[in-house]
C-alpha cells in the first residue's frame, strides 16, 4: 500500500496554513505525528499482526520490571481503564502479559511483561526504531537535535499551562 494518501491536516482549511505561528507550528506537528503514525500502525499490523496500542502497553511494562496497575498504565498511556484493561487481557491471552493482585490492594491489578512478553517487546522495538530511523532518515542529524531540543521548550511551556 503507498504512503501517497497520508495527508496534511492543514488541508482540512483549504490547504491554506494561515493564522497565528503557533496554530501553524501545531498543524505541522500534528501532520508529520499522523502520517507517522498511520505507517506505524500498518506496519505492526502487516508484519507483527499486533497493534499500536498492544506495542505502547508493551513498552510502558518493558520500563518498569515490576510492573504497573492498571490505572497506573492508563495514566501514562493517556486512555481509559477500560482500554487499557482490554490490551492487557489481550497480551495476557497471547502469553506476554502476566497479571496478578496487588501485595497491598487486591482489588488492584499489577501488569508485567513475561519473558516471552519481554522477548516480544524486544523484537517490536526494533522494528520500530528501523522504522523511525527509515522515516527520517533523510533529515540531518543536526536538524533532528535542534527539533528535539526546541521542542522540549514547546512541551515545557504546555506543561506551564495545565488543564486549563
Not at 16 to 31: A, D, F, Y
Request: proline letters at 3%; charged letters at 25%.
Amino acid at each position: 500500500m503507498s504512503d501517497t494518501h497520508d495527508h496534511d491536516p492543514g488541508e482540512k482549511y483549504g490547504g491554506q496554513l494561515h493564522g497565528p505561528t503557533s496554530v501553524r507550528m501545531w498543524l505541522r506537528m500534528l501532520s508529520c505525528t499522523m502520517v507517522i503514525e498511520k505507517r506505524l500502525r500498518r506496519r505492526f499490523i502487516d508484519q507483527y499482526k499486533t497493534t499500536l496500542p498492544r506495542f505502547d502497553v508493551l513498552a510502558a511494562l518493558d520500563r518498569r520490571a515490576e510492573g504497573m496497575t492498571m490505572g497506573d498504565l492508563s495514566q501514562m498511556l493517556l486512555v481509559s481503564n477500560g482500554n487499557v484493561t482490554a490490551i492487557v487481557r489481550q497480551l495476557q491471552e497471547s502469553g506476554f502479559v502476566a497479571v496478578e493482585a496487588a501485595e497491598h490492594d487486591r482489588r488492584s491489578l499489577i501488569a508485567t511483561l513475561t519473558p516471552k512478553g519481554t522477548t516480544h517487546f524486544a523484537e517490536l522495538a526494533v522494528a520500530h526504531h528501523h522504522w523511525i530511523e527509515e522515516m527520517l532518515g533523510d533529515v540531518p542529524e543536526e536538524v533532528l537535535q535542534q527539533l528535539f531540543d526546541r521542542l522540549a521548550t514547546v512541551k515545557t511551556s504546555i506543561a506551564a499551562k495545565g488543564t486549563q
